[in-house]
């Protein structure tokens, strides 16, 4: 019988080559208005295993930086087109920006996001962003 390997982790350097790759993808996507496509890579692939802070406080920049340039009204049509998965990684990205948000402004657009979060996919998104083992 042969025994299923677990994948390599990926190092340090090899996540934060991926999350500038995603980055790169975000800004062509926001270069052509593609606002759905944009969240949808920076929502991707996750730097889970990472301890560097550093490194998950860039991965969740990325993804703010879209959050940062919705309209409210926007917000529930694009949480609306996520997985149930996506949402939790987006509900991670977002504490991680509050943490490291020194705007006033920055943090009421994300509490703002939070809410709309909560309200569509419920209080199960917010458990699960927090209380999960793997963190961003």
């Given at each position: 019988e042969a025994k299923e390997r677990m994948p390599e982790s990926k190092d340090d350097e090899t996540l934060n080559g991926e999350i500038e790759e995603r980055a790169g993808g975000v800004d062509d996507a926001m270069g052509k208005g593609d606002v759905p496509l944009a969240l949808e890579i920076a929502l991707s692939d996750?730097?889970?295993?990472?301890?560097?802070?550093?490194?998950?406080r860039k991965s969740a920049a990325v993804c703010s930086d879209i959050l940062l340039t919705v309209k409210e009204k926007e917000m529930d049509d694009l949480i609306n087109a996520l997985s149930v998965e996506q949402c939790d990684?987006?509900?991670k990205y977002i504490y991680r920006a509050l943490e490291?948000?020194?705007?006033?402004k920055i943090?009421?657009?994300l509490l703002r996001?939070?809410?709309h979060l909560a309200n569509i996919r419920g209080l199960g998104c917010v458990m699960r962003a927090v209380a999960e083992r793997q963190s961003l």
């Open positions: 996750p730097p889970y295993e990472s301890k560097d802070m550093d490194l998950k990684v987006l509900m490291s948000a020194d705007d006033i943090s009421i657009t996001w939070h809410a």
